[in-house]
């Protein structure tokens, strides 16, 4: 139930995340917007997304998981009422400024509530189904928020979100509870040999683990977050697809994102059941789909509009995010659960910073090209490439194993 609840969370995140892409086209002639403006609106989004992650993770160990997510979901749906009327350039920055402010420990959290309710060897499948509910945001909401759009306007959209999110708080409370290890209950059925260890978070934040994973992630949420932000305009604007064509296609990588996610996740399980090292099942597994992620992107900016482009692109925008469950697993492998959700904050707050910077590199590219499709080739070039040499790096960092052993050694030094 608390699986399926957080699932459903995760839905509702993403749904709001990228009502704005949806509508990015409309919200542009309305308002009289340039590209680099409404570049500028999505990454408002994230300016104050490490903030929100950081302190929402470090409330977490004060404050029962139940009552704080009831709570962020109360202030996502504060942060959409205003944009039900009529709204300015500068309406639109705020709102989407303190959503992302609520928003930016939503992924840490939802991954933070629901390890705690697994053995380490089970963590990856639960956490990716997590995973697969980002996904399932806009594979659902994709088609009616583009048809309500389309239908009426791009305000109306945000009654939709208004609804949904207020009922699932009634839902979280009527239903959910805290978690075994939460700051509201005490630590019992999923209590590990690393939650037994009091290591300082000097130490925990030193492992090529923490390091690498954060690494793993910046590059992973640069690709989603152009997904969120520049992609169903880059399907409309830049090649040249309708609004209802262009709903459509978004939902491809959405739908493969949550397939890959779940599979991703039973491969890791399936491979540490086996004996295969985390340093395979988590690290290798989730660089390599991340890599993945990076060479597609690199790959659509230069093959010609059509049938494979369009695959391509699906590729470019899912594996990423097939790899997110995997990748926060290792951090559950290593991190005692009264620190985890600190620990996971600060990677949601690594990963808003290229919230913040993806989406103007690409609408400064747009903006300063000779034509729009090839400063869209070139913002896409570049995050390519630095997914591949991101995921690389990771490699040689991530070792739960490794890191599990110099953890236990310095907390037994200080003690």
Same mark, same amino acid.
């Given at each position: 139930?608390i ?5 459903v ?16 086209v409309?919200?542009?002639k ?6 680099q403006q ?6 408002s989004f994230?300016?104050?997304f490490a903030?929100?992650? @950081?302190?929402f ?5 004060k404050?029962?998981? /139940? ?5 962020l ?5 504060a942060?959409m009422?205003?944009l ?9 920055? #705020?709102?989407r400024l ?10 840490a ?16 499948l639960?956490s990716?189904f997590?995973?697969?509910g980002?996904s @399932?945001g806009v ?11 389309v239908?009426w306007d791009?305000?109306?959209?945000f009654?939709?979100l208004?609804?949904?999110?207020l ?15 939460d700051?509201a209950e005490?630590?019992? #059925?999923?209590?590990t040999?690393?939650?037994?260890v009091?290591a300082?978070y000097r130490t925990?934040?030193?492992? $090529? ?12 949420y640069?690709?989603t977050t152009?997904?969120v ?16 064509t262009?709903?459509?296609l ?7 994102a949550?397939v890959?996610?779940? #599979?991703?996740?039973?491969?890791s399980?399936?491979?540490?059941? /086996?004996g295969?090292s ?11 789909l ?5 060479i ?6 230069i093959?010609?509009?059509?049938l ?6 699906? @590729?470019?925008f ?5 790899a ?7 951090i559950a ?6 620190k ?5 904050g600060?990677?949601g ?12 590199v690409l $609408?400064f590219?747009?903006?300063r ?8 080739g070139?913002g ?19 070792n739960?194993?490794r890191?599990?052993t ?5 907390a037994?030094?200080?003690a």
């Amino acid at each position: 139930m608390i699986t399926g609840l957080l699932v459903v969370f995760m839905l509702i995140n993403f749904a709001d995340k990228s009502v704005i892409a949806f509508a990015g086209v409309q919200i542009q002639k309305d308002l009289g917007l340039t590209p680099q403006q409404f570049g500028m609106i999505q990454s408002s989004f994230f300016w104050l997304f490490a903030a929100g992650a @950081l302190f929402f993770g470090w409330l977490s160990s004060k404050v029962s998981i /139940r009552w704080l997510l009831a709570g962020l979901m109360l202030l996502w749906v504060a942060t959409m009422v205003p944009l039900t009327g009529t709204v300015t350039f500068g309406v639109l920055v #705020a709102c989407r400024l303190v959503l992302g402010f609520a928003e930016g420990p939503a992924f840490a959290l939802a991954n933070h509530a629901v390890h705690s309710w697994f053995p380490p060897e089970k963590r990856a499948l639960p956490s990716s189904f997590v995973t697969a509910g980002s996904s @399932l945001g806009v594979l659902i909401a994709a088609p009616v928020l583009t048809w309500i759009i389309v239908r009426w306007d791009w305000h109306a959209a945000f009654y939709l979100l208004i609804t949904v999110g207020l009922v699932w708080v009634v839902a979280w409370i009527l239903l959910g509870r805290g978690a075994p290890g939460d700051a509201a209950e005490p630590a019992q #059925a999923t209590e590990t040999v690393v939650d037994t260890v009091d290591a300082p978070y000097r130490t925990i934040l030193r492992t $090529g683990t923490v390091i690498g994973i954060a690494l793993l992630m910046f590059c992973s949420y640069w690709s989603t977050t152009l997904k969120v932000s520049w992609l169903p305009v880059y399907l409309e604007d830049g090649l040249g697809y309708d609004t209802l064509t262009t709903g459509r296609l978004v939902m491809l990588p959405y739908g493969l994102a949550a397939v890959g996610a779940i #599979a991703a996740g039973w491969f890791s399980n399936r491979l540490v059941s /086996r004996g295969v090292s985390r340093k395979v099942a988590r690290g290798y597994l989730s660089a390599g789909l991340i890599a993945g992620a990076g060479i597609t992107m690199v790959g659509f900016t230069i093959v010609s509009a059509g049938l494979l482009q369009i695959l391509l692109v699906s @590729l470019a925008f899912s594996l990423n995010t097939a790899a997110y469950g995997v990748a926060l697993t290792a951090i559950a492998d290593v991190v005692q659960s009264r620190k985890r959700g600190m620990v996971l904050g600060g990677l949601g707050a690594v990963s808003s910073i290229s919230g913040m910077v993806a989406p103007l590199v690409l $609408g400064f590219s747009v903006g300063r090209a000779a034509d729009k499709i090839s400063g869209y080739g070139t913002g896409f070039l570049i995050s390519g490439i630095l997914m591949i040499v991101g995921s690389a790096i990771a490699v040689f960092l991530v070792n739960p194993e490794r890191d599990i052993t110099v953890i236990r050694k310095r907390a037994e030094e200080t003690a």
